[in-house]
Structures are given as structure tokens and as C-alpha cells.
């Protein structure tokens, strides 16, 4: 790769954000949550998900929707921002991702004792362009030779879609079993250009470009149980299994001693699988009366062991969530989530260790209804600190602060 290149001619230019870049965020498991309901409530839904969402959820749910016909979309606006404190020349480096995108649709319909269903989700998600220079930063040259300018051109795009059928059917009285089979897909391109210009005229370039396409299934297996009149609990496991996968990388660089023509050049193509891990999700809905309703959730990830991608850690996320009618038109939702790194807290002395940073957040929606339509508005924002190492090679340790927020409108129709 490139930082094998690039020797120790200036520090800062083995600046190489490719393990950092490598997905959407494969280094925290929450980073969007699914749904207009569940979303505000902080995603803890496994307990209820007796709605549209519930096929993401908890399939088995959806036994417990009324109406003979239920669907739900949702467009949420997408804003994230990570800033690593002092990694260039004691300045500060900015990513900021922003995306409109359809988060999630999903339908239910009665098909004799049992229900079925239809939905399509988007779980992560980043869309960063970005141009930054820095101006008079020092150099490792050893005399009195400065950078006079360093210019980053970075762009990532990568999403994760997740669509397919479910089916849920009653067991017995107050337990229903349910599974949704979803086609994932992963599509993700990364260029990182960077520039540097000396105060003695020379100049360094070089310029990543890699582009991933993966395809796979994710089969999400639930079950809801009722065992007392208010209180409802649920449980799901999914797993997501790559079929097909491939990634195509180019690596141009010019050093800062080549010639004016001269540049080296690395192509490379890897159908190396990405291993995803195993998912557990319980929840509790316990309704208070008519018009409250409270419901927790607990996430658990499983470790991963793997060569290509790098080893994930064991990880456990938590949710509260409340919904309140004011009248039979109008409720309000909040809750509260974590999204925990799967990384290990960075060590003093070691280098090329994975960022870790670990998110707070909340959520609040507000919801009118009419006789067969609902119209939601609502949003969550997350915010976390923690520690990177963005310069590889290095043991230098930086500071890392990030928030995430969304904002999503949903409509929703039953008759």
C-alpha cells in the first residue's frame, strides 16, 4: 500500500486514512437507525415491532399490526462530522458526511392466519467530498525546508442496502414466530488525493482509488411472546452472509526525489469476504395503559475474527424508548441509545491501532393522525469522543471528537 511508498521523507504525508475508510463505519454497529417509530425511540423496538419497522427488528411482530393493509416510508437527512484534534501540523482534520436518502420502506399485508411482508432498509450510509489544504506546516527533512502547502481532495461514498420478503405466523395464543430474508448489498468508492508542495520547489503527490462491491443475504429470525396482559417481550438474531465480493484498488505516487515523469504505480484486485457478525437483539414493551407505552432493548454483536479486514470486538448496545398519545390525533416519542466501538481503547507506544470512539444519543418525534394516514416528524443525534491514530507508522495519539444527527419525515397508510 501506499504507506510502504512513501518512507520517512515527510511525516505527514504517510497520512493514509485507508483503514479508516474501509466501509460506511465498520467500526460501531448503530449508526443509523431503521424506521420512523422505532428511530425516535431510540431503536428500541425488538419488544414491540408491530409495524412496518418490525420487519427489521423483530419480523415476528408484525402479527400484532392492525389493519388489513400497513405501509411506511421514510426519508431521513443524514449529517455526520469526526474531527481529529492537532494531526497536521497541529491543526485539526475534518470529515463530515451528509446524505438525503430513503431510509427505510416497508409494507405488511394479511395473507390468511398469517401475515406478510416487504421492506427495505439502509442501516449505514456516508457521503463525504471534501477539499482542505494547510498552509506552512514543518517538515522531517532535517533543514529549513517547510511545507508550503498540503492539499487533501478526499471523496467517500459507501452504502449498505438491505431489502426482502417476510412472514410471520402465530404459534399459539401470545406467541408468534417470524423471519425476514434480506439480499444486502454494499457498494462503497474511496479516492484520496494529496498533494504536497516544499518551500525549495519540490513536491510530492499521490492519490488512492479503490472501489468495493459486495453482495450477500441477511436472514433475521424472531420470535414475540406475551406472557402477561401489558407486557410484551421479544427476540431476534441476524447474521449477515457475503456471497459474492470484490475490490478493485489503484495506488499512483510521485516521491519527492522521482523525476517530473516518474511515479510509481500498484493495481491490485481482492475478492477477500468481509465477515460480518452474529446479531441478538431483546426487547420489552411493557404498556402502561392506552395511552403510554415504555420498551427497552438490548443489542449484542458478536467478536470477529478476521484476517483481510481486521478483528472486530465483542459489543453490547442499549436502548430506552417511551411513546405517549395527547389524543387519539397526536403522539410523541423519545428515547435514548448507545452505539459502542468495536475497536480496543488505543494504547501508548503502538501504531496503526483502529480509532475508537464511543456515541451517546437521543431521539424525539412528533406524529399526527387521521382516520388511515399518519405524518411523522422527527429526528436523533448522537455524540462521542475518544481516541485515533490517523498517521500510520506512527505513535502518535490524537484527540477525536464526532456527532451524528438525523432528521427524517415519514407518512404512513392503513386500511
Do not use: C
Amino acid at each position: 500500500m501506499l504507506s510502504k511508498l512513501l518512507g520517512t521523507v515527510l511525516i505527514i504525508t504517510s497520512v493514509v486514512f485507508f483503514a479508516g475508510i474501509s466501509a460506511a463505519d465498520e467500526f460501531h454497529y448503530n449508526n443509523i437507525l431503521i424506521g420512523d417509530r422505532a428511530s425516535s425511540m431510540g431503536g428500541a423496538y425488538t419488544g414491540i415491532s408491530d409495524d412496518p419497522a418490525g420487519l427489521y427488528y423483530n419480523p415476528a411482530g408484525i402479527m400484532y399490526s392492525t389493519g388489513r393493509n400497513l405501509s411506511a416510508s421514510v426519508n431521513a437527512y443524514n449529517s455526520h462530522v469526526k474531527t481529529y484534534k492537532g494531526v497536521i501540523g497541529g491543526y485539526d482534520w475534518e470529515r463530515s458526511s451528509s446524505a438525503l436518502l430513503p431510509n427505510y420502506f416497508g409494507i405488511i399485508q394479511p395473507l390468511g392466519k398469517m401475515k406478510i411482508g416487504f421492506s427495505y432498509a439502509v442501516p449505514d450510509s456516508a457521503l463525504e467530498d471534501q477539499d482542505q489544504s494547510f498552509y506552512n506546516l514543518p517538515s522531517s527533512l532535517g533543514n529549513a525546508t517547510t511545507v508550503k502547502m498540503f492539499v487533501i481532495n478526499f471523496n467517500n461514498e459507501d452504502n449498505i442496502y438491505n431489502y426482502g420478503p417476510s412472514v410471520a405466523a402465530e404459534i399459539m395464543k401470545d406467541l408468534s414466530a417470524g423471519v425476514t430474508l434480506y439480499v444486502h448489498q454494499r457498494r462503497a468508492q474511496v479516492i484520496n488525493n494529496q498533494l504536497v508542495n516544499l518551500s525549495d520547489g519540490r513536491y510530492e503527490w499521490s492519490n488512492i482509488y479503490t472501489e468495493t462491491n459486495e453482495w450477500g443475504f441477511k436472514p433475521v429470525l424472531g420470535v414475540m411472546w406475551s406472557p402477561f396482559e401489558k407486557v410484551s417481550l421479544g427476540i431476534s438474531a441476524a447474521k449477515t452472509l457475503i456471497i459474492d465480493s470484490e475490490t478493485a484498488g489503484q495506488t499512483t505516487y510521485k516521491g519527492i526525489n522521482y523525476s517530473l515523469n516518474t511515479v510509481d504505480r500498484i493495481v491490485g484486485i481482492s475478492n477477500a469476504k468481509r465477515k460480518y457478525p452474529y446479531e441478538l437483539r431483546t426487547g420489552v414493551g411493557y404498556f402502561a395503559s392506552e395511552r403510554l407505552l415504555l420498551s427497552g432493548d438490548l443489542a449484542f454483536f458478536t467478536s470477529v475474527k478476521d484476517a483481510n479486514y481486521g478483528d472486530k470486538n465483542f459489543v453490547i448496545n442499549a436502548a430506552l424508548g417511551t411513546e405517549y398519545y395527547m389524543s387519539r390525533k397526536w403522539a410523541a416519542r423519545a428515547g435514548i441509545f448507545t452505539n459502542m466501538a468495536n475497536t480496543n481503547e488505543i494504547t501508548a507506544g503502538y501504531t496503526n491501532q483502529e480509532e475508537h470512539i464511543n456515541y451517546y444519543g437521543g431521539g424525539m418525534s412528533l406524529s399526527h393522525f387521521t382516520k388511515n394516514t399518519s405524518v411523522t416528524l422527527g429526528g436523533n443525534m448522537s455524540l462521542g469522543s475518544g481516541k485515533a491514530q490517523v498517521i500510520r507508522g506512527s505513535t502518535g495519539i490524537q484527540d477525536v471528537s464526532a456527532s451524528s444527527w438525523t432528521m427524517f419525515l415519514s407518512s404512513s397508510y392503513s386500511y
